[in-house]
């Protein structure tokens, strides 16, 4: 009895130091935290290095900038701990943020969860450290989703790339080289400068990454100018139809989008009550636009622009007036500054295509928008019967009225009809642009450019001509720089006009005589 | 003598409390009659409230007509009341002239706080030289220039931008080899990328590492530029943004940084015309770690600056609104000229000039700032990075106030200039 009791004693005063050890570190590690920065950073790589799994709330909550530090300075508060009155949280630098996601990347190599553990592999390819290889070797052996496999040997190729092994680096160089990855290029010109000694097989990598980089650019800037396009195609459509099919010079356009833009935002504002139906606030919006600005059209239209139907200066001219009108109306009621329209969380981020191309995820939404805008566009003007007597209105208006349409409701429709598809462009819009009363201004020009290139009344012309104009831009803007890609535009644009003044789709036949 | 009162009998605290309610009342009418004697001293306000940089200046005539409701609260100055006369240039630059022209000579204003952007500077300035008046300049620009019709109440290069890029060089800041320069085309990004290009090549960077991009203002579409960008960091040194993007173009330029998945960890950005007011319109989430550099920041914490914040939502009354380094040059400009126009005991130009010079302003930035003779003030430099609310920590900053080089050295043509 006496002997087991002795011999508990001894193996507890042998174990109690081990253990008093590794709170000691941990404690230690964890003081540091509520330190400056660099004894932030310092801790931080502490915890990352002692693979103590209590560290990953801690550090979890510092990278959220949800860790409390004590006000008497007696360190952090343990996310698990109740906040003590007066806590403020602890702030981070950039230099202990990627601490932080090195160590939590160490950290989070075995954890359970499949997303951590990409994440995990992620962070650790970038955090570029050669102790991480033997975390990595353990990691890869327990795994078995392919895409995190492969995933962690890029990582682990990464880490012994700045290892000094020479034959590990040198197998770290090809399989760097297999991707087609920016950072593993980046990772191997580091290694370059760092190491001449294997710049041949370096080089090599390098050409191999940039050959399959190249035929991915080439893709994103495909997608860069189909998306400028749309947001083209997007903002003219609706002048399309007030002026391409009616031939109203109709300066207000650009106001229309703003005001469907400034719906948004009032929608928005309206469903904050409502936290279930908050996300689609967006998709909402856009009917609202569509209604509002439609109404605010007929009004304009039967208010002011009949009155001067065939006087195209005076047009132009009051038109102008009312878009100003409206601008500072709406600067008068909603103010100066900018307003956000809020992303859901769909339109955020990235998308990878197969193949690794990137695409932005609002840029996409938009492009499917503006073309489902387009479609619907087409087919009111080709299925409904309000389709049918526009057209006739715009080919004979007399006949038209000897038919028995009535030609001045038509034209109220069809004004009404072409401002409310502006102001569904402007909810879309208000992703990509600021919510400002001058939001409209920027698009007007760019709207008659489309228009006019397309070839006036044409809605094929529109899309075609929206979209060449994009795509020129974004492959001349690498070259030219954003300025000069768009005077570049504008030039080739008037001598095209010179060229062909009635546009890509010149209408042919007694239409275009009207 | 109330509070005296009040502290010798608690008992009395409700009735010194009426009584000084009861003078309150008392006092406000009968503050407009003290200012009898004498007409008014006119305050002219040149910023667009309209146009594209309204978002900007709109902020900034509220905070000269706060300042001129203080300055009358206080018993106006030499005892004439203070009355602001606010006129809308429209953000067009030849209207900022002809509105000048239109202060000086018909409202025959004694001094004028007014411009944002260094274009609308150049475009009044002949203006306020050929009438000798007065302008206080809020905004941090480019130098090179000194007009002795102008007081420059913002920062120079050297208080702002060179400071900011060597804290991205540093380690703190993430040791930035390869460095962008993204701006607005106008006179203030060209001129400051100039200074920091010649100031990069002195500290070693090649020219091959920089790279300089310029888009139209309120450009939208930073797709192209911000995949660039990222190419640019790819090239195996760490690489950083300056940005003198002005305006609301920088909202789709940090949505843009954002989509993209450019963190503040890869590729720092530290830009020198975004402030509070600006990240209001912007969900700031994906931003946290971006940096800007500025003189003044809302979280600073001193008294002077609680007493600004305190003026500042009194007099707006919208607890959203927020405060800003422009608004602060403007705020410390407004009380130097008070002082200056005090001690010159008139508002004369020539004399209130020569009264400015070694005024000195304990500014909500936590230093007390001076008025040197080249027209420039002594500022701190700070850099803050952008938290989830939209404020910023700040990270870095000056032990003290700085001088002004508004002749940067770093540019040739000036190397025979006298300085001071």
């Known amino acids: ?514 | 003598m109330t509070t005296n009162a009040a502290a010798h009998h608690p008992m009395t605290r409700r009735a010194a409390l009426a009584a000084g309610l009861g003078a309150a009342a008392l006092a406000g009418p009968s503050i407009r009659p003290s200012f009898a004697q004498g007409a008014p001293i006119k305050v002219g306000v040149l910023h667009s409230l309209s146009g594209t940089m309204a978002i900007s200046e709109t902020a900034l005539r509220d905070t000269v007509l706060m300042m001129v409701e203080w300055i009358n609260a206080r018993g106006g100055l030499l005892g004439r009341r203070v009355e602001a006369v606010v006129v809308d240039p429209a953000s067009n630059w030849p209207l900022f002239a002809e509105k000048a022209r239109e202060l000086l000579q018909v409202a025959k204003v004694d001094v004028v706080f007014g411009c944002w952007t260094s274009v609308s500077r150049k475009s009044v300035l002949p203006v306020f030289e050929e009438l000798n008046g007065l302008l206080f300049y809020p905004v941090q620009y480019e130098g090179e220039e000194q007009s002795r019709n102008v007081f420059y109440t913002g920062a120079a290069p050297n208080q702002q931008a060179i400071p900011a890029v060597e804290y991205l060089m540093s380690a703190d800041g993430g040791e930035a080899k390869r460095i962008a320069l993204l701006g607005t085309d106008y006179v203030y990004p060209r001129t400051t990328n100039r200074i920091l290009r010649a100031f990069l090549s002195s500290k070693g960077i090649a020219d091959a590492d920089i790279m300089e991009e310029y888009t139209p203002f309120g450009h939208s579409d930073w797709q192209g530029i911000v995949s660039r960008v990222k190419r640019f960091a790819g090239e195996g040194k760490k690489a950083a943004i300056v940005s003198t993007i002005n305006g609301d173009a920088n909202v789709p330029f940090y949505r843009e940084l954002g989509n993209q998945g450019i963190k503040a960890e890869d590729i720092p950005s530290v830009a020198f015309s975004v402030g509070e007011e600006e990240l209001a319109g912007i969900d700031t989430k994906p931003l946290v770690g971006h940096l800007a550099a500025w003189n003044y920041f809302m979280s600073v914490q001193s008294p002077a600056n609680d007493e600004f914040k305190k003026m500042w939502s009194a007099y707006i009354k919208n607890p959203r609104r927020v405060t800003n380094d422009p608004m602060e040059a403007t705020y410390t400009g407004f009380r130097m000229w008070t002082q200056a126009v005090a001690k010159a005991g008139t508002t004369a130009v020539d004399p209130v000039r020569e009264a400015m010079y070694g005024q000195k302003v304990d500014a909500p930035c936590g230093y007390a700032e001076e008025m040197h003779r080249n027209h420039h003030l002594s500022k701190p430099v700070m850099i803050g990075e952008v938290q989830a609310d939209g404020q910023f920590n700040i990270v870095w900053k000056t032990p003290a106030a700085i001088p002004a080089e508004n002749w940067s050295p770093f540019i040739p043509e000036n190397a025979n200039r006298r300085r001071g």
């Open chain 1, 1 to 514: 009895m006496g002997n087991l009791i002795r011999a508990v004693l001894v193996l507890l005063a042998l174990a109690l130091p081990a253990a008093a050890q590794g709170q000691d570190a941990f404690d230690a590690a964890l003081a540091g935290l509520a330190g400056n920065f660099n004894q932030q950073a310092e801790a931080v790589e502490r915890l990352g290095a002692l693979g103590d799994p209590r560290a990953v709330p801690v550090l979890r909550a510092l990278a959220d900038g949800r860790l409390l530090k004590r006000p008497d300075g007696g360190g952090v508060v343990q996310p698990s701990e109740p906040a003590p009155p007066g806590a403020e949280p602890v702030r981070v630098n950039n230099r202990v943020r990627v601490a932080l996601r090195g160590a939590l990347g160490r950290l989070q190599l075995v954890s359970p969860d499949p997303g951590e553990r990409l994440a995990a592999a992620e962070a650790v390819f970038r955090s570029r450290d050669a102790a991480n290889a033997p975390l990595l070797e353990a990691a890869l052996a327990r795994e078995s989703v392919p895409r995190i496999r492969a995933q962690m040997e890029l990582s682990l190729a990464a880490s012994r790339l700045v290892a000094d092994d020479g034959e590990a680096k040198r197998a770290a160089v090809f399989a760097l080289g297999a991707t087609a990855s920016t950072d593993a290029r980046a990772l191997l010109l580091e290694a370059r400068a760092a190491d001449p000694g294997l710049s041949a097989e370096i080089e090599a990598a390098v050409a191999a990454i940039d050959r399959r980089l190249a035929l991915r650019r080439a893709a994103e800037t495909l997608f860069q100018g189909l998306s400028l396009g749309s947001v083209l195609l997007l903002a003219a459509l609706g002048l399309a139809v007030t002026f391409g099919v009616m031939g109203v010079i109709n300066m207000a356009h650009g106001e229309m989008v703003m005001l469907g833009a400034y719906t948004a935002v009032v929608v928005q504002e309206a469903l904050r009550g409502v936290p279930a139906l908050l996300p689609w606030s967006l998709p909402l919006s856009v009917p609202a636009a569509f209604l509002v600005t439609a109404l605010v059209g007929a009004a304009i239209e039967r208010g002011l622009i009949r009155h001067l139907y065939g006087r195209p200066l005076e047009t132009l001219l009051m038109t102008f007036g009312v878009g100003m009108i409206l601008q500072q109306a709406v600067r008068t009621l909603f103010g100066a500054q900018n307003r956000d329209v809020t992303s859901p969380a769909w339109m955020q981020g990235t998308l990878t295509l197969p193949g690794g191309v990137a695409v932005t995820q609002n840029r996409l939404w938009i492009i499917v928008f503006g073309l489902a805008v387009l479609l619907a566009v087409v087919a009111a003007i080709r299925l409904t019967r309000f389709g049918l007597e526009m057209r006739a209105v715009v080919q004979n208006r007399r006949i038209a009225a000897t038919m028995g349409i009535r030609t001045g409701r038509v034209d109220a429709l069809t004004f009404a009809f072409g401002s409310g598809v502006a102001g569904m462009a402007g909810v879309a819009l208000s992703q990509i642009d600021n919510v400002s009363p001058n939001l409209g201004t920027g698009y007007i020009i760019d709207s008659f450019m489309v228009v006019v290139f397309g070839g006036v009344g044409s809605l094929a012309g529109t899309l075609v001509g929206a979209m060449t104009l994009g795509v020129v831009n974004k492959v001349l803007e690498p070259w030219a720089g954003a300025v000069l890609a768009k005077v570049a535009v504008l030039v080739a644009l008037m001598l095209f006009i010179q060229r062909r003044p009635r546009g890509l789709f010149a209408l042919r036949g007694r239409a275009a005589d009207a």
